[in-house]
């Protein structure tokens, strides 16, 4: 690995559960939210696409214990990345979980031979979102003429400055900044 010759220690992690409840409650979190801003606004039923407007319905079906729930696994969770970040600085994950998609589409429906929908591609950044983590996504070296990939480095709560160096110092040795072809 590029990053090891460099001086940087890395440690793959076989196994990594710890984001995993977030499936369960990142739904009731979103739709919940989206449900309560479009509550503010009047006449917001022609202002929204149907994607949109099928999250607030969907979060207004919720109650406060299902968003209670949901916030009690959240927290939780922060606890177990708080664990995590005392023994690692970073947490480097894909930006997406697809390879790149043709930049005519919104997001990619098939992942992995499964089919997915709008946020489908997007499971790694929620993390950082819902636990308010200090992240950044970098584009990463890729081989020949493959489409560019990204990287996200998640730190600790309130490690945003070390984070921020890090990208800094590393981005123009680990990562490649380069445009597809006009092509693609």
């Known amino acids: 690995m590029r990053a ?15 984001a995993e409840p977030l499936a369960q409650v990142w739904p009731v979190i979103s739709q919940t939210g989206v449900a309560w801003l479009l509550s503010q606004h009047a006449n917001w039923q022609e202002k929204v696409g149907a994607a949109i407007a099928e999250m607030a319905a969907k979060g207004d079906q919720l109650t406060a214990r299902d968003y209670l729930d949901a916030l009690d696994a ?19 994950t894909p930006a997406t979980a697809a390879m790149p998609w043709p930049a005519n589409e919104t997001h990619p429906s098939v992942i992995d031979g499964k089919p997915v929908g709008p946020r489908g591609h997007a499971v790694f950044t ?3 979102n819902a636990l308010g ?7 990463c070296v890729v081989e020949g003429d493959a489409m560019p990939v990204g ?15 890090f990208a800094r110092a590393y981005e123009g040795k680990l990562f490649l900044h380069r445009w597809p072809s006009a092509g693609v």
Do not use: K
């Open 133 to 139: 983590l200090p992240a950044i996504s970098l584009p």
């Open 151 to 165: 990287l996200q480095i998640i730190a600790a709560q309130d490690r945003d400055w070390p984070l921020l160096a």
């Open 74 to 92: 959240i927290a939780t969770m922060r606890g177990a990345f708080g664990r995590l970040f005392d023994a690692y600085d970073f947490l480097i």
């Open 4 to 18: 090891r010759t460099l001086g940087l220690a890395v440690e793959t992690l076989s196994h990594f559960d710890l």
């Open 126 to 128: 929620a993390v950082a």
